[in-house]
């Protein structure tokens, strides 16, 4: 049985200075999975249940990496995008979806999203994307503007 990720269900500071992921996704089931994916690896996470939810973590406290999900009601993953590119232009986004894309849509996530998997993921190809775009403990510059190609 999977254990709960912590849902965020308020703008409260989380996870103190260290560099986080936020995983944003309305599918707990999925949210789960991909939180103990992620915290397996070594990397401190936050979860959100919805696009609202993560745009009020950002506010608090800016994450490292965001992985979203594409469809999710009210604020999608796109809108989400839009939002975090026009306030945090440097933080990588990597868009996860189980939708099937045509090559012009493909092409317009991949102006917008550091990285694009579809569902299910290729769990070693995305953990060494997110590897590439956290930094490590020795290298924790706050002005780190530097992304990685994940594709």
């Known amino acids: 049985m999977l254990s709960s990720a912590p849902i965020l269900t308020t703008t409260a500071p989380v996870g103190g200075t ?9 599918h707990a089931p999925s949210l789960r999975q991909l939180h103990q994916v992620v915290k397996g690896a070594g990397h401190s996470c936050v979860v959100a249940s ?5 745009l009020s973590q950002c506010d608090v406290r800016r994450p ?4 979203t ?16 590119r026009a306030r945090y232009p440097s933080v990588p ?8 894309l045509d090559m012009p849509t493909l092409d317009s996530f991949r102006r ?20 590439r775009l956290m930094p490590t403990e020795s290298f ?3 002005t780190l503007t530097y ?3 994940c594709s």
């Open 18 to 26: 260290k560099p986080y992921v936020l995983l944003v996704d309305d």
């Open 50 to 54: 919805s696009g609202a939810l993560a």
């Open 64 to 67: 490292q990496v965001i992985v």
């Open 69 to 84: 999900d594409l469809s999710m009601p009210n604020l999608d993953g796109r809108a989400l995008a839009h939002w975090i």
């Open 93 to 100: 986004l990597i868009l996860m979806t189980g939708e099937i």
């Open 112 to 131: 917008t999203f550091t990285a694009v998997f579809r569902k299910p993921i290729d769990l070693d190809r995305f953990l060494e994307c997110l590897d």
């Open 140 to 142: 924790l510059e706050p």
């Open 147 to 149: 992304m990685p190609d």
